[in-house]
């Protein structure tokens, strides 16, 4: 069903229980074929699609996956900690965490372009890969949790997805991708089959870049923040009013650009906050979520009392076309 010239058009779609335990049984078996008995190192971002190539890698060849975690900065709030708890605490993985915040945020400093900033980003995961590589024995292979749409959107030239392409010849690693034939709501049926825990399985797809791609232009530890606190508001609104389940993706941006506004009765140049709520079925075109008045009134007091640097809350209201889901 998967060998490696088949498209997804013409694929049985994965949407039972049963046909993931079929399509599991064969990737176990492919990775197997494919490894051996290599060690298999892998970008552990904690969203579907690294979780459940992670949860098929630890089946497939148990402790020879070296899960790496890197905290580029741009994760949203509470994520690193949880990445943690999970894999290391509750799964036992064999999980490298890597706090390169820093590093992330001053290769990007000043870096105003889009596709600019994901291509250092981008470059600078491998990096970080390469030496960790380098720090173990014998890796062999680079687990990756592209997905069937991450290709389209790249053969198309409609965007440069870090996840997808070329890895630096010298760094000799052979990709082991056991999930690049599906779109987003397979991987969340076969992440069940798994037994993974649900809210891992639910979480919001999230690009790889992160926050990086929401706060726009050039990055300011300031701006980040907010967006992070303002990001984090959001969901937790959303969680409270049974939207969490409901709606497909759901997130703020913070443009980097400032209007005036009025706060404690004295003038406040600040940045707005966006806020971005979709349903789609693959992400390829996308509708806006109703979200209730009430509610957008709640989360814009919450957003402009709560967070350091936010006067004003938008919501965003185009659909995909003619927006893409992401503002870069
Ligand atoms: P766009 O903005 O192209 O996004 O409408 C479509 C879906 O893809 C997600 N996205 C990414 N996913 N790596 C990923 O794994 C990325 O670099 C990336 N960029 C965008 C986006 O969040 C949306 O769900």
């Not at 870090?162 to 990709?175: A, F």
Request: net charge negative; charged share 30%.
């Amino acid at each position: 069903m998967t060998s490696s010239n088949v498209r997804p058009e013409t694929m049985e779609r994965i949407t039972t229980e049963a046909l993931a335990n079929a399509f599991i049984e064969e990737q176990i078996r492919e990775i197997r074929e494919q490894v051996g008995d290599g060690k298999v190192l892998l970008a552990l971002s904690g969203g579907v699609d690294s979780s459940v190539v992670a949860a098929l890698l630890i089946k497939a060849i148990g402790r020879n996956l070296v899960c790496v975690h890197v905290n580029h900065g741009f994760l949203r709030k509470g994520e690193p900690e949880q990445v943690i708890q999970v894999f290391r605490n509750e799964m036992n993985a064999n999980l490298i965490y890597v706090d390169a915040a820093d590093r992330f945020l001053e290769k990007v400093a000043g870096v105003s372009d889009p596709e600019q900033k994901r291509h250092i980003i981008g470059e600078e995961f491998i990096k970080v890969f390469d030496e960790e590589a380098h720090k173990l024995e014998g890796i062999g292979f680079l687990g990756q949790g592209t997905i069937y749409p991450d290709i389209l959107e790249s053969e198309k030239g409609i965007k440069a997805h870090h996840n997808v392409g070329g890895l630096p010849e010298e760094m000799k690693m052979e990709l082991v991708e056991p999930v690049k034939l599906l779109y987003k709501d397979e991987v969340r049926v076969v992440g069940k089959a798994l037994g993974l825990p649900e809210n891992m399985v639910e979480r919001q797809p999230f690009p790889g870049p992160g926050l990086a791609v929401r706060c726009t232009g050039a990055i300011t530890r300031d701006r980040l923040e907010a967006l992070r606190e303002s990001d984090a508001i959001l969901r937790e609104e959303f969680a409270n009013n049974g939207l969490a389940g409901k709606v497909w993706q759901y997130f703020t941006i913070v443009p980097d650009f400032k209007t005036t506004g009025i706060k404690d009765g004295a003038r406040a140049f600040e940045w707005p906050c966006v806020i971005r709520a979709v349903n789609t079925k693959d992400a390829m075109t996308a509708t806006i979520e109703e979200i209730p008045y009430a509610l957008l009134a709640k989360i814009t007091d919450r957003i402009t009392h709560e967070v350091k640097g936010i006067n004003r809350v938008l919501y965003d209201l185009t659909p995909k076309p003619t927006g893409t889901i992401e503002w870069e």
